[in-house]
């Protein structure tokens, strides 16, 4: 429809098609990106498309000439109280799974406002959405602030060179928020303090981050974690 071809050309994006050098950083060459350059580019107008021929057609008439189509990926509301985001460390190449050296960047604080499906949008979509994809009420968090901004406190890091071998430490956040952090590095049955400088660095696999509340002093229920 003429609304939705309008929010998708006000979209950003991508630079380059997927899985070139521009939008994805090569996992031999140890390159380094951040982590809100990755949502940028999960959030970009992606065409859809092989060797740009289209490769679309009609679902409804069960055929049909193929047509050039793009899609993009948006977040649904209400976003839930923690996001964890696993980063692709591991790729098939080869005939085996590879590990991914590049460096990826934490935000202290992430806002996923951009990527979030605005009123506007929803209702446009609202027609095409099949009965299996329509989402079920989620409770909505009426607090003042932005729904959208969010806070780390957990980052799962995996050393080693194969999915299958290997060892996991974690960072967590036992402190109330940011403002008032208490950072702890486990390791198996070890455990010490450290520095969210230390957490920012680290080689991150999966990340965790919880809705932060309008005063910065307090976040979002979640999880407790114990020493």
Do not use: M
Request: aromatic share 8%; proline share 9%; net charge positive.
């Amino acid at each position: 429809t003429p609304d939705l071809q309008a929010l998708f050309e006000a979209a950003p994006r991508a630079a380059s098609p997927a899985g070139s050098p521009k939008s994805s950083t090569s996992a031999q060459d140890g390159g380094q990106g951040t982590l809100v350059d990755c949502l940028q580019q999960l959030g970009a107008v992606e065409a859809l498309e092989d060797g740009f021929r289209p490769i679309c057609s009609c679902t409804g008439c069960g055929g049909g000439p193929h047509r050039y189509a793009s899609k993009r990926v948006w977040l649904w509301p209400p976003l839930p109280p923690v996001i964890a985001i696993q980063i692709k460390r591991f790729r098939y190449h080869n005939g085996g799974l590879q590990k991914s050296p590049t460096k990826i960047s934490l935000p202290a604080e992430l806002d996923l406002s951009d990527l979030v499906a605005s009123e506007r949008l929803q209702a446009a979509l609202a027609p095409h959405l099949t009965k299996g994809s329509k989402l079920p009420d989620l409770p909505v968090d009426n607090s003042a602030g932005s729904p959208a901004l969010y806070e780390l406190y957990g980052v799962c890091v995996h050393r080693g060179r194969t999915l299958q071998r290997g060892h996991y430490i974690a960072f967590v956040n036992l402190g109330p928020s940011l403002q008032a952090e208490h950072w702890i590095c486990f390791d198996d049955a070890r455990a010490w303090p450290c520095r969210r400088e230390d957490v920012l660095r680290a080689q991150a696999y999966i990340t965790f981050y919880r809705r932060r509340k309008p005063t910065g002093r307090e976040v979002a229920e979640a999880p407790s974690v114990g020493a």
